[in-house]
């Protein structure tokens, strides 16, 4: 069993749909990180948090600590929000990141 | 806005040649890693690095490679023999602190190995 898993694989929406990420985690952990990755393979850092809930822009991130599952939603998607978006979290020895096998968005207009 | 930058963007290579990737994380950082992506696959830890030497290395991470901080900005990751199976997308990153802390990635290196 992979120590994080995430849901969809794969998610086709329409333009301006509310998007939903799942990732569930199976080690105990500090803090989980969302991240994008770009078409041309740049990742980039979206959100790290630890309990609760972030927003950033149309982009928002909770986590349950007790149930070990984050989830990564997009309100008003856009075309531009295609990529790749990958949960990953750190082992709890350490900071290195074990990462999900990424959910691939793709917002059609 | 500070950024981790990465050199060469793509790197081609005979097998059994070795090749150093460099990376120059952000100036206030801490903690480098390096990561790879094999096409299709996830992403994988290979190594981190705090205080000029390795704090962690995974399975992968076996004696072909090694990591440097030759001066107070560069990072590199040097792969002494390539094989076919290098071929991959190599992510370097930095944060400020070890636990808890966000992660800035380089925009990596493809590395194809012939």
């Known amino acids: 069993k992979n120590e994080v898993e995430q849901s969809p694989q794969n998610l086709t929406a329409q333009e301006g749909e509310f998007i939903t990420i799942n990732c569930s985690y199976s080690?105990?952990?500090?803090?989980l990180h969302w991240l994008q990755q770009h078409p041309g393979g740049g990742i980039v850092s979206l959100f790290m948090?630890?309990?609760g809930k972030k927003k950033h822009g149309r982009l928002i991130a909770t986590i349950n600590i007790q149930e070990k599952h984050s989830s990564l939603h997009i309100t008003a998607s856009h075309p531009r929000d295609s990529a790749v978006y990958i949960c990953a979290v750190p082992k709890t020895s350490g900071s290195r990141l074990t990462f999900g096998e990424g959910t691939q968005l793709t917002v059609n207009p | 806005e500070p950024e981790v930058t990465q050199t060469p963007s793509h790197q081609v290579t005979q097998m059994g040649q070795e090749v150093i990737l460099r990376c120059v994380p952000i100036?206030?950082?801490?903690?480098f890693y390096w990561y790879r992506q094999i096409l299709g696959q996830k992403v994988e830890f290979l190594v981190s690095?705090?205080?000029?030497?390795?704090?962690?290395k995974s399975e992968i991470f076996d004696d072909q490679f090694s990591v440097e901080r030759p001066d107070g900005s560069n990072f590199t990751l040097k792969i002494r023999s390539t094989k076919l199976e290098d071929s991959a997308m190599y992510f370097c990153?930095?944060?400020?602190?070890?636990?808890?802390?966000?992660?800035?990635f380089g925009p990596g290196t493809r590395l194809t190995v012939l």
């Open positions: 690095f705090y205080n000029n030497e390795i704090s962690e």
């Open positions: 990153a930095s944060s400020v602190q070890r636990e808890v802390s966000e992660q800035f």
């Open positions: 948090l630890s309990s």
């Open positions: 100036s206030n950082h801490l903690y």
């Open positions: 080690v105990g952990i500090s803090a």
